[in-house]
């Protein structure tokens, strides 16, 4: 920066010259590392037979296979025969799909209204399907042959379920009521409840009906009176959400719950209302809108639609004691189904994200895949360890394991360094291999890590190849110096523990020049001081100008810095001014993309005169004052100068 003194002490700006020094080579630059370790971190990557855990861990997932493509937008619910038949109800229209041994998809059922909602088999093997909205429940002959068993004449019927007595539940609503149809279809009112919606029903071991509802988001535990055809309810527990939609009952007793929605507490009801006309709007996509109070509810009504946007939801458990707790939440994924795994583990199928999660006793949860559907909404395992899924958006029928995927696949996202870098070793940490779930003997590495480079943030062909495998942690990596980086892991054999806990790559940034972003002079007779002066009889207070705020960037994820590297940027109190006579002050800004510590020099010469003399140096804080007075009479220059010398010993 330059600036010129006169005779009388003024001090008039003529130029402004910006200094900067960079020492060292690009080597000089200490080492940083890109280190991977959470499951927030791992989820932007792409997996392929690969399983993401909440605890920051990827391993192998089971295999997932797609069995067929329905023809529909989307299926509902999923019923294993006494043979193991596989069925799928859905629309639109309503359809039931049954599975053969090759794996197509035959129709079993359809019908005109817009969706199967559910199936169930009587002790028989007979099918039963329950239609809506504004629908009924179907009997299905082994030869396809279809007739009403039972008519709710009610808008919904979410859900049927055949008891141990051999009674047939009928979950409706815009009622909230429960039927039971006898055999012979004989039907009477088993509960009527005071929410809106009875959305799903469950068996426990002692034969107790289990109901799920909206919009209070209720489990409830039904028991039949003694000397009648009714219930009586308990609300297990109130969900802090509004619809609950989907249970599952373990051996021991336990009863997990998935709900859905912010729940409006203490809603306001205007009693005496008059009657409003429901409308009911049928989307193409088989989405349903119904605006109507339920009547005698007591509860306000609000549009259900089918899929909803993305909200609030969460899975619950209620311990066999009957004690509830949170196992998972989240506010970006819809939860429209649950089943349990052969091995223990609670699973979950998400919306609006088609991600199937599996989640054990401690809590911990992992993402074994995607569907390549908007939303998993039946799930449903058989006695040999194998789970089927359906989806909707579109309907699709998959198995999922129970083995496991001979191979995995995990690319990481790409991560941007921020300047043109050299690229060290790549490290992790994978648990002890054990033995192969196939019963090979197999002796290749069992964990193969593979990375490629580039100059644009998406990588593409016009990145490097991939190179690898490295397969020993601490590898030095042969990809060419670039800007962008992204690793890749693929893991062999499926054996029990494979899988990464973290990974670390290292780098060395190209050493840039610091940058002075701004300068500002100050007018004749202001002092900047790093400490405010509070004595008595201290010198008036002036208002200082300050430069535009340094423009420096930062790259996004975890970067960890070696110790050698200089710590985070500390903290700078700004310079306060103060009125003194025959003082001079300049404040700048400045950064270095580097990140190292700066240390800076000021610099004046005289009009005409061409050699610069050293006012100070070695100034940590981006501000100086001196007393112009002891200046000889004429104008003068300054300039400012910043070195990286400190961060980059030679």
Not at 374 to 393: E, H, K, P, V
């Amino acid at each position: 920066m330059s600036g010129r003194i006169a005779k009388q002490g003024k001090l008039a700006l003529i130029a402004v010259c910006l200094f900067a020094t960079c020492t060292g080579l690009a080597t000089a630059e200490h080492a940083r590392r890109w280190r991977q370790s959470t499951y927030d971190e791992f989820l932007k990557g792409t997996t392929r037979g690969i399983a993401v855990r909440s605890d920051g861990r990827l391993e192998l997932a089971p295999k997932f296979t797609q069995l067929a493509d329905a023809d529909a937008s989307y299926l509902w619910a999923l019923k294993l025969d006494s043979k193991g038949t596989l069925y799928a109800s859905g629309g639109s229209p309503a359809k039931v799909f049954r599975l053969d041994a090759s794996g197509k998809a035959a129709t079993v059922f359809e019908s005109n209204e817009l969706s199967a909602q559910a199936i169930a088999f009587d002790a028989k093997g007979t099918l039963y399907v329950a239609t809506s909205p504004d629908g009924k429940v179907y009997r299905v002959s082994a030869s396809g042959e279809k007739n009403v068993f039972f008519d709710a004449k009610t808008k919904y019927i979410w859900d049927i379920a055949f008891g141990p007595d051999g009674v047939l539940y009928v979950a409706t609503g815009d009622k909230g009521q429960i039927f039971s149809v006898a055999p012979d279809g004989k039907s009477e009112v088993f509960y009527a409840s005071d929410e809106a919606h009875i959305r799903v029903l469950a068996f426990d071991g002692k034969g107790s009906l289990i109901v799920g509802t909206e919009p209070s988001g209720r489990v409830l535990r039904l028991r039949k009176a003694k000397g009648t055809g009714t219930a009586e309810g308990f609300v297990l527990y109130e969900t802090p959400k509004r619809e609950v939609t989907a249970l599952a009952v373990a051996q021991d007793g336990s009863i997990f719950a998935a709900a859905i929605g912010e729940r409006q507490h203490n809603a306001a009801v205007s009693p005496g209302a008059a009657p409003s006309v429901t409308t009911t709007t049928i989307t193409s996509t088989g989405n349903v809108t119904m605006v109507s109070p339920a009547q005698g509810t007591g509860q306000p009504q609000t549009p259900f639609v089918a899929f909803p946007p993305l909200i609030s939801s969460g899975i619950y458990k209620i311990a066999s004691d009957g004690a509830p707790e949170e196992l998972w939440t989240s506010r970006d994924d819809v939860v429209y189904s649950l089943g349990l795994g052969g091995d223990g583990r609670l699973l979950a199928g998400l919306g609006n994200s088609g991600a199937l999660l599996a989640i054990d006793g401690r809590g911990v949860f992992a993402q074994l895949a995607k569907a390549g559907s908007a939303q998993i909404t039946g799930i449903i395992s058989n006695g040999a360890g194998r789970i089927f899924l359906c989806t909707a958006n579109p309907g699709k029928l998959i198995a999922l394991g129970p083995e496991y995927e001979p191979e995995g696949t995990y690319e990481s996202r790409s991560f941007d360094t921020q300047l043109f870098s050299q690229w060290g070793r790549v490290e992790w940490w994978s648990p002890p291999a054990g033995p192969a779930k196939n019963g090979s003997n197999n002796k290749e590495p069992r964990l193969e890590i593979f990375v490629r480079s580039g100059n644009t943030e998406d990588p593409g062909k016009e990145w490097s190849k991939w190179h690898g495998p490295y397969s020993t942690s601490g590898a030095q990596l042969d990809a060419p110096a670039a800007r962008f980086v992204q690793w890749k892991a693929v893991i062999h054999d499926g054996r029990p523990g494979d899988g990464i806990e973290w990974v670390s790559l290292a780098y060395e940034p190209k050493n840039v020049a610091p940058v002075i972003d701004g300068i500002a002079l100050q007018d004749p007779g202001v002092r900047a001081q790093g400490q405010p002066n509070l004595a008595t009889g201290a010198a008036p207070a002036a208002v200082l100008k300050f430069p535009p705020a340094p423009t420096q960037g930062g790259a996004a994820g975890t970067v960890i810095v070696s110790q050698t590297q200089n710590p985070a940027a500390k903290f700078e109190m700004p310079p306060q001014g103060t009125i003194q006579k025959g003082y001079q002050s300049v404040v700048w800004t400045a950064h270095d993309d580097n990140e190292d510590e700066l240390k800076y020099a000021v610099y004046f010469r005289g009009e005409g005169e061409k050699e610069w003399k050293l006012l100070k140096d070695n100034l940590e804080q981006r501000f100086y004052s001196f007393d112009a007075t002891t200046l000889a009479d004429g104008a003068y220059y300054l300039k400012i100068v910043a070195s990286d010398a400190a961060s980059n010993p030679p």
